[in-house]
């Protein structure tokens, strides 16, 4: 299991998965979890420390992580580069044209030089 600082926010990620299932963030003092895929989903259960709501969230992980694995959904596949009909069709509407639709979706903007 890993967890993700954003801010004063964690998130808790299960190995092998790419979506966080909790996050933890500070309110009034103390550490409020709210769950995205787990216990009475969406609640949000109130401790005083971090380090003590990392662990309960951990813990519950680890007895649940199959259950988990099922709810959350697996992540999205990069789209199949075009077959040879349509290669043939678009090399003669286009030659070396290939549709956003096939193209293999951009991670960011970090390969991108900014003007």
């Known amino acids: 299991m ?7 926010r964690q998130y808790a990620v299960l ?4 979506r966080p299932f909790a996050r933890v963030s500070p309110q009034d003092g ?24 990392q662990r309960m969230v951990t813990r519950w992980a680890e007895h649940n992580e199959a ?23 678009y090399d003669a509407i286009w030659p070396g044209y290939v549709p956003a639709s096939r193209r293999p979706r951009r991670e960011g903007r970090e390969g991108r030089e900014r003007h």
């Open 2 to 8: 890993n967890w993700i600082r954003m801010g004063e």
């Open 15 to 18: 190995e092998g998965t790419t």
């Open 30 to 53: 103390r550490w409020v979890v709210r769950w995205r895929y787990g216990p009475r989903q969406g609640q949000g259960a109130v401790l005083r420390g971090m380090s003590l709501m």
């Open 67 to 89: 259950r988990l694995r099922k709810l959350i959904p697996p992540p999205v596949q990069a789209y199949a580069p075009p077959s040879a009909v349509e290669r043939y069709f």
